[in-house]
């Protein structure tokens, strides 16, 4: 089965970019979404279709992807969004929809 | 406003049975494919069950294929899961999420949750 790779945790400075992976085996040619959690709350998707925003999404939330990593950039990083950020794609092998292992992103 | 709200969990012993229901609002419920989602506590997201908006096709993750089954009525907004055979590691916060009609593949509403205790 597909498998998606992400760091357990990030840290970054207010103001600063944060840049968080996500591993997969050829994932530029698959596409990607990426979720932000908060603690306590329901997943919201920031990202989808590799680098695409949904209404309401900051742009300081933006994507990409290419090879075997996709990437979540978060600029401006503000304590707000201090959360879990979980990666997603749909295996088409499989059928099936897989989510990395999360990434806490924290800001110092 | 879009609302995807889920009910009928609660604390069943291993072996039982369950099932949780998504009462959908605000939008075209029929037009949508609909995912369900698990996490475990302090844990990841779990994809565990898709069913299209016709019902025409399902899809389930291996670790509760023929255990749990995905249903639902367009005419009532509703959505279900049964789940039977129930583990352990059945244990977790259950979402709905809502299929993006701009990108099939991306969940973009999810429900508050429900919590699925499975224990003796």
């Known amino acids: 089965s597909y498998v998606l790779t992400q760091p357990p945790s990030w840290s970054v400075a207010p103001g600063q970019t944060a840049r968080i992976p996500c591993g997969g085996n050829?994932?530029?040619?698959?596409?990607v979404q990426w979720y932000q959690q908060k603690s306590g709350q329901a997943p919201v998707l920031v990202v989808y279709e590799d680098s695409d925003r949904p209404s309401g999404i900051p742009e300081r939330f933006s994507g990409s992807n290419s090879g075997n990593t996709a990437i979540l950039t978060v600029s401006r990083v503000e304590a707000g969004d201090e959360a879990d950020y979980y990666c997603q794609v749909w295996d088409s092998s499989s059928d099936h929809a897989v989510f990395g292992g999360g990434t806490k992103l924290n800001v110092l | 406003e879009v609302q995807l709200v889920e009910s009928g969990g609660g604390l069943v012993q291993p072996g039982g049975s369950l099932r949780l229901s998504c009462a959908a609002s605000g939008f075209t419920f029929s037009s949508y494919g609909i995912n369900w989602v698990r996490q475990a506590p302090g844990k990841g997201l779990e994809w565990i069950s898709y069913i299209s908006h016709t019902s025409s096709t399902t899809y389930y993750a291996d670790s509760v294929k023929d255990r749990f089954t995905i249903s639902r009525d367009n005419a009532k907004n509703s959505l279900w899961l049964q789940m039977d055979s129930l583990r352990d590691e059945d244990t977790a916060v259950y979402y709905c999420a809502r299929d993006s009609l701009a990108a099939p593949t991306a969940f973009d509403s999810w429900g508050q949750g429900i919590l699925v205790t499975v224990s003796s």
């Open positions: 050829n994932i530029g040619s698959k596409s």
